[in-house]
């Protein structure tokens, strides 16, 4: 008797924590249901942090302004007026906040004198008033076929 005493106490121990364990489980599922999404966001509290984060990002993707020779520049420059006199649409690539943007348009006015020239966006048809030292590269369009291009630079 003694015997079977000290093996069906380590058995009801065993199966009490059993018990225990399992019920714990169930409440832990039970809590973690109703929280939904909130357990996967949790730094939604804190806007300030997804603006810096942002900010972050943003300088990361940044590119250094690509410096051009004078070549470049004096090919560019005869490429706009040329663009202007026979009235073709270009691809104009330029420097802006960090970034490279190419639009498709025609050039409306050019001053190699005052830096400045005036682009007419094909898609919104909005006047865009540039200075030619934001312009990396000018490419004229020619033929009916929109790919076929003059490459200006590089």
Do not use: C
Not at 54 to 66: F, G, N, Y
């Amino acid at each position: 008797m003694y015997y079977v005493h000290l093996v069906t106490l380590p058995i009801q121990q065993l199966v009490t924590e059993m018990v225990l364990w399992v019920v714990i489980k169930l409440k832990e599922k039970k809590d973690m249901e109703p929280r939904g999404m909130k357990k996967w966001h949790p730094f939604a509290t804190m806007p300030e942090q997804y603006i810096g984060l942002q900010e972050v990002i943003k300088r990361q993707l940044e590119v250094p302004q690509p410096v051009l020779t004078k070549e470049q520049m004096e090919q560019i420059n005869f490429t706009l007026i040329e663009a202007l006199h026979i009235n073709k649409q270009v691809y104009l690539t330029y420097y802006k906040n960090g970034q490279r943007i190419t639009e498709t348009g025609f050039i409306q006015f050019v001053d190699s004198l005052g830096n400045l020239f005036i682009f007419i966006n094909e898609v919104f048809e909005l006047k865009n008033k540039m200075r030619l030292s934001e312009l990396i590269d000018v490419r004229i369009m020619y033929g009916k076929n929109k790919n076929v291009f003059k490459i200006s630079t590089n």
